[in-house]
T-cell receptor
Framework: AQSVTQLGSHVSVSEGALVLLRCNYS??????LFWYVQYPNQGLQLLLK??????LVKGINGFEAEFKKSETSFHLTKPSAHMSDAAEYFC????????????FGSGTRLQVQP | DAGVIQSPRHEVTEMGQEVTLRCKPI?????LFWYRQTMMRGLELLIY????????DSGMPEDRFSAKMPNASFSTLKIQPSEPRDSAVYFC?????????FGPGTRLTVL
């Protein structure tokens, strides 16, 4: 069975500050890992994914995440927050090379203060 | 591409009524997923199909819920009879390989 833990249901940063959203996973097989963003009243949009290969992955809107197998982590970062980054962020894991359904974390709501 | 299309976007119904949610996946995708999002339980899988065949329906809450995929371009999720605890946002997603693309969701309110 797989699981995802997102530490911090709410994170608040100032505009221009570093964004760090934490995600730890549990999987019995090599995981495929994803970060999705959800803006109010919208569906989920893929930010980035890790499948195999390079452990540092870059996504849209300046976000990146690093897969650390030893720490079972896949934290999301962005060097400089923008007001438009305010949204809810979900970390998810899939096995079977991504062919199976996603198991989501509980989400982290990011607030960006002016 | 238009992306995943879901209808209706909002549904308000009374307890005991039948509700049907619809999904059109992205053309060419061979997997389709139904998820439910609530404040209490977050995002959880209800059922998924591969090549129109249900693969895992272990997330379907109970017999009141049923899902079909009669062809590669259409799926329905039916709740009969509906109950207030079914109120949630229901998402459909489709994929061809490892990435799922989500629709805008249907917000269901059961009074």
């Amino acid at each position: 069975a797989q699981s995802v833990t997102q530490l911090g249901s709410h994170v608040s940063v100032s505009e221009g500050a570093l964004v760090l959203l934490r995600c730890n996973y549990s999987s019995s097989v090599p995981p495929y890992l994803f970060w999705y963003v959800q803006y109010p009243n919208q569906g989920l949009q893929l930010l980035l994914k890790y499948t195999t290969g390079a452990t540092l992955v870059k996504g849209i809107n300046g976000f990146e995440a690093e897969f650390k197998k030893s720490e079972t982590s896949f934290h999301l970062t962005k060097p400089s927050a923008h007001m438009s980054d305010a949204a809810e962020y979900f970390c998810a894991v899939s096995d079977d090379e991504g062919r199976r359904a996603l198991t989501f974390g509980s989400g982290t709501r990011l607030q960006v203060q002016p | 591409d238009a992306g995943v299309i879901q209808s209706p976007r909002h549904e308000v119904t009374e307890m005991g009524q039948e509700v049907t949610l619809r999904c059109k996946p992205i053309s060419g995708h061979n997997s389709l997923f139904w998820y439910r999002q609530t404040m209490m339980r977050g995002l959880e899988l209800l059922i998924y199909f591969n090549n129109n065949v249900p693969i895992d329906d272990s997330g379907m809450p109970e017999d009141r819920f049923s899902a079909k995929m009669p062809n590669a371009s259409f799926s329905t999720l039916k709740i009969q009879p509906s109950e207030p605890r079914d109120s949630a946002v229901y998402f459909c997603a489709s994929s061809l390989s490892d990435t799922q693309y989500f629709g805008p969701g249907t917000r269901l309110t059961v009074l």
